[in-house]
């Protein structure tokens, strides 16, 4: 959106509560000082599964590779999240451009084809509450949804390397009434609106004060809200252009059309 022009910069003299938001959170690569964006949510690329159904339960990316899991494992539908897992796994990062280390991914990703048994996407939360598969490669926030609904089910962030995402607020060229966006802005940064909003949603604040009021078990519920050594390893996906954007697109088709 800031790339295509259609939002206006933040004036921070009309904001208040900004100092709420953790400042791991702030100066993320797509937006360098938060000139366009405040975060609203935030998360992570994860292993839901489903306990009652496999005996060990998987806690790293090359877990998933277990002949022990053939056909149980539904993978989120999206180039960016099965190459970065893939890479990941050999210990690269999600934002490679190496030729040669997503030739190997991939070579890698073959030999997982047969521990898959879908490749979905909002589906997968369905077909994981009603125990239709083992394992899910999903989001964090689609993972909190599944585990209020079925209490066989747990979500675990890889602690070597993991994709970080965010819900954003931004106020768009279209505005008509700047003062109120503002107004939203102020009152979704209070502590109070921010906790009610994460009990509500479920997704993870980066309102500390917010966190702070969480109930403990989930404030320290490493899933989702990981602890330091596991945050220093997560990525935010870097944009791509068209390029390499379709350079991952061919890479995951062909992964997906690969026989086992």
């Given at each position: 959106m800031k790339d295509e022009d259609l939002l206006v910069p933040l004036y921070y003299s009309k904001i208040e509560g900004i100092e709420?938001?953790?400042?791991?959170?702030?100066?993320?690569s797509f937006d360098p000082g938060n000139k366009?964006?405040?975060?609203?949510?935030?998360g992570t690329l994860g292993i839901v599964y489903n306990e009652t159904m496999i005996d060990e339960a998987p806690e790293h990316w090359d877990d998933l590779w277990k002949p022990?899991?053939?056909?149980?494992?539904?993978?989120?539908?999206g180039a960016r999240e099965v190459l970065g897992l893939g890479l990941n796994s050999l210990g690269y990062s999600l934002n490679s451009k190496d030729p040669q280390q997503l030739e190997e991914t991939v070579d890698k990703l073959y030999k997982l084809t047969p521990?898959?048994?879908a490749i979905v996407a909002d589906e997968m939360k369905g077909y994981m509450i009603q125990n239709n598969a083992a394992i899910g490669v999903t989001f964090?926030?689609?993972a909190s949804q599944m585990l209020e609904k079925n209490p066989n089910l747990k979500y675990v962030v890889p602690t070597e390397a993991s994709n970080l995402w965010f819900d954003n607020m931004v106020i768009p060229k279209t505005v008509k009434n700047q003062d109120a966006a503002y107004a939203f802005i102020n009152f979704m940064l209070k502590p109070e609106n921010a906790l009610k909003n994460a009990e509500y949603v479920g997704y993870s604040t980066p309102n500390l004060p917010a966190?702070?009021?969480l109930p403990e078990e989930t404030r320290e519920d490493k899933s989702?809200?990981?602890?330091?050594d596991t945050m220093k390893h997560l990525e935010v996906y870097e944009k791509f252009d068209h390029k390499w954007t379709g350079k991952y697109s061919d890479l995951f088709l062909q992964f997906k059309m690969y026989r086992k």
């Open positions: 709420n938001i953790g400042p791991e959170f702030l100066n993320q366009f964006s405040i975060p609203y949510f935030w022990e899991y053939k056909d149980s494992i539904m993978l989120f539908d521990n898959i048994k964090s926030g689609e966190k702070e009021m989702f809200y990981p602890d330091a």
